[in-house]
Structure formats: C-alpha cells, structure tokens
C-alpha cells in the first residue's frame, strides 16, 4: 500500500525542518511505501527551499511551491490533487500530531471507513492532548456552533490530521472551494453528503508555539464559513 502525506507551510523555515526529519524517519521504518509532498503555499522564507534539502535523504519527497498565498485549504487541495497514494492525509507542518498517529489508525479503512480524523477532544487511555487553556474554551464555542448548524457527530472538525482512502480525493476536493482554515468544515459537510464513513478518533497532540492562527479572528471567519458552505452546498 502506498500512502500519501500532504504538509501544507507558509514561512515554516523553522519548524518544518525538524518534522520532516521526524516525517522521514517514521517512513523509512513503516512497511508501506510512503511519498511525502511538501506544498508550500507563497511562503516569503526559505520553507521551499529548506524542504527541498531532504529530497537527496528520502527521494520521495516532493515539493510544490505556489506563487502566492491562498491559504491552508487551497494548499492541501494542490497537494491531494498531485499525490498518487492508496491513502492520502494531511499533517501540521507544526509537528503537532507525530507521524506514528499514521499506522495507529490505518486499519480503520480495512473495516470499511472511508475517512479518519484525529480528535483532540476524544480519549483512549494511550493519547495526550497539551494545549492552552484559551484554544481549550475557543474550540469547545467552535465545535458546539458547528454541530448545531453544520456538522452532526463530529466532535473536533479542526484538527489538522486528517486521512483519506485515495480513489475517493479526486471526487470530493474537486468539489472544494474554500481556501482558508475553513476547507475542513466544507470537506466534512461534503464527505457526510456524499454518505461516506467517517470514523473520529484520538489522536495525541502538543501545541507548538508560532502559530499562524489567529483564534478570534479567524474563528470569526469560519463562522462565516458555516453560513457560506449552508448556501453553496445546502
């Protein structure tokens, strides 16, 4: 089996070093054949050019650099479009959810699901979720708008692990059209839509500091997003 991982960055010259090397070594141990694509979204560092001196340590490694920004969305769209996997997901170029979330949760698509997402809400006993009191309170607010107007059934529709079976991408992220930290919520929608299997689960997850996100203002925005994917897709 082949497995796709998509790592969307803009100005990530100092933190996507250190989680492709992380990247990198989780797949020169797993039994899958792993090709990893790098899409770097109009950064204005060197993030293209620190990702691309992997290339010669894992020759599976693609980088895609787009001339300007559009934002996280459109990045994993351009990086799904290109891949070739049998399972296709994307990851934080935070290194927020380590690699090895990957094999842990593949055998959900042998019992029939079409989609894996990682949850930072949901517990087993073998996860660990470190986060800011602050992001704690914004998500809970998040996550109950979402499922009262949106999305039923899904408790964390934003965590930035997601996995796809490869033959249904194409059909799904064709029909995408947010380009922002929005697209999550459109996909979801979408996917619950087309009645595909979604199968939540938990994931372990540490804030990384210098994110990009800025939680009032761009939860503000999604809610925004909500009312446009009810008009566009309702």
Known sequence: ???SIIIPAKDEEKRLPVFLKTVIDHCRRASHT?????????????????ASSFQKEFPGLKVMSLERNHGKGYAVKQGFLECQGDIVLFMDADGSTPPREIE????????GYD??????VLRDGQSQVNTKAYRKWI?????F?????LIKGIKDTQCGFKMFRG???RELFGKLRLEGYGFDLELLYLAQQMNLRIKEVPVNWTHVEG????????SLQMFLNIIQIRNWHG
């Open 145 to 149: 708008l979402v499922s009262s107007m």
């Open 167 to 169: 033959g249904l991408v």
């Open 1 to 3: 089996m082949k497995i």
């Open 115 to 120: 989609i894996v997402i990682g949850s930072r």
């Open 211 to 218: 994110s990009k996100v800025n939680l009032f203002k761009d």
């Open 139 to 143: 998500g809970a607010v998040f996550n």
């Open 34 to 50: 792993y090709e990893i694509i790098v899409v770097d979204d109009g950064s204005r560092d060197k993030t293209a050019r620190v």
């Open 104 to 111: 842990r949760h593949l055998g959900y698509f042998d019992e």
